[in-house]
């Protein structure tokens, strides 16, 4: 996949909890007209109101291993046991044709991987829980953890917070607007 500057990525990545979706859906809103969603495809079954082709494409782990043998995806990773995840190289396409640049709301790993691929046109924004307490009780008032998901996230997100130096920006989200407006900032400087 060869690409030009008029090709960026702009990548948003943190720890489950610490509020990248809701700086993505901000980023979004504030630039229609440049940004476009990169639907993210998954094994795991849709959540509450989520939508195929929307928030994710909901697909079998026969069918995602499928495309990792194809070479379809820009980055995978099995992020929980038997739960895949992954950016398809035609979803890039697919928002660049449009003349708009994709955002990427993935996680730490693939969010590196990305990066290392696309090193000259890529910003990529790590979302900072205020503290893994913070993050706990986050998750707790989202009410769709067991206590064991709780403990696997919290500890995944512990060990996700050691790659943060990895990103061109941190923003720390102790407070959800001034988060939103350092992140519409740093993008609107990028695009």
């Known amino acids: 996949m060869t690409v030009n500057m008029q090709q960026k990525i702009i990548i948003i990545t943190a720890p489950s909890g610490a509020g990248k979706t809701s700086i993505t859906r901000h980023l979004l809103n504030t630039f229609p007209d440049k940004l476009a969603f990169s639907v993210s495809a ?26 990792i043998q194809h070479g379809e995806f820009v980055e995978w990773e099995m992020v929980y046991e038997g739960k895949y995840y992954g950016t398809l190289k035609s979803e890039l396409s697919r928002i660049w044709s449009e003349g708009k640049f994709p955002v990427l709301d993935i996680d730490v790993k693939g969010a590196i991987h ?7 046109t890529t ?19 989202r009410g769709t953890e067991n206590d064991e998901s709780l403990s696997a996230r919290v500890n995944k ?14 923003i720390v989200n102790d407070n959800l607007e001034k988060a939103k407006k350092q992140a519409e900032d740093v993008v609107r400087a990028f695009i």
């Open 42 to 67: 998954a094994t795991r079954k849709a959540r509450g109101n989520e939508k195929h082709g929307i928030d994710y494409y909901f697909i079998a782990e026969e069918e995602f291993t499928n495309k």
């Open 157 to 170: 997100a512990s060990y996700e917070l050691s790659f943060k130096h990895s990103f061109h920006q941190i």
């Open 114 to 120: 990305v990066q290392q691929q696309f090193p000259e």
């Open 123 to 141: 910003l990529s924004l790590f979302i900072e829980p205020p503290g893994v307490d913070e993050l706990k009780r986050r998750l707790q008032t």
